[in-house]
């Protein structure tokens, strides 16, 4: 496997990356869309919700909380997982400026 030459781009392109990269999975999709719905959830709603293993699950969740998407507070025996509204508004923004940014250009092919 190649090293990542990350040092040839810039820290805008390498941020939008990552943050890419932590949406890049249908199954964290589908978590945060459970999430956003639910408002706020445990591990053992979304196993029921999406038909994964708990493992997967709580890895994809220690992804997304890892990336500051979401946020988990002990409740009990449980970890109960929101939206961290914050970071989310970031990523929204961030990927609607690289958008708008590339809408602007004119097709010339």
């Known amino acids: 496997m190649g090293i990542t030459k990350t040092?040839?781009?810039s820290d805008r392109?390498?941020?939008?990356?990552?943050?890419?990269?932590?949406?890049a999975h249908p199954a964290r999709i589908a978590i945060l869309d459970y999430i956003i719905k639910?408002?706020?959830c445990i591990c053992n709603d979304l196993v029921v919700e999406l038909g994964l293993a708990q493992p997967t699950v709580s890895q994809h969740l220690k992804e997304l909380k890892s990336a500051g998407l979401i946020n988990g507070a002990i409740e009990g025996t449980s970890?109960?997982?929101?939206?961290?509204t914050e970071n989310w508004k970031l990523y929204k923004e961030t990927f609607l400026n690289f958008f708008v940014d590339a809408a602007s250009l004119r097709q010339v092919c």
């Open 7 to 9: 040092g040839l781009f």
């Open 13 to 23: 392109q390498n941020k939008l990356a990552r943050m890419a990269k932590i949406m």
């Open 38 to 40: 639910a408002q706020r």
């Open 79 to 84: 970890v109960c997982y929101s939206l961290n």
